[in-house]
């Protein structure tokens, strides 16, 4: 997956979940550095924080990696 669209998909669970990045930054033991370079698509994607972002915002890693086809 594209980073740009992993990065949106991420930005997107986490409002929809209610989250802001400090509080979800907090919950997952990172910075918000960290978190906002993962939004923004800089960041190389780590499948260990991937799959950690998941479980914390409460969906399968499969939900937050799979691109529906438009």
Request: hydrophobic share 35%; net charge positive.
């Amino acid at each position: 997956m594209e980073n740009n669209q992993l990065a949106q998909r991420v930005r997107a669970f986490r409002k929809l979940k209610g989250y802001t990045q400090l509080e979800l930054a907090k919950e997952l033991g990172v910075s918000v550095a960290v978190l906002g370079s993962l939004e923004r698509g800089t960041r190389k994607n780590d499948p260990k924080l991937l799959n950690h972002i998941a479980k914390t915002l409460g969906i399968s890693y499969e939900e937050l990696m799979t691109m529906k086809e438009e």
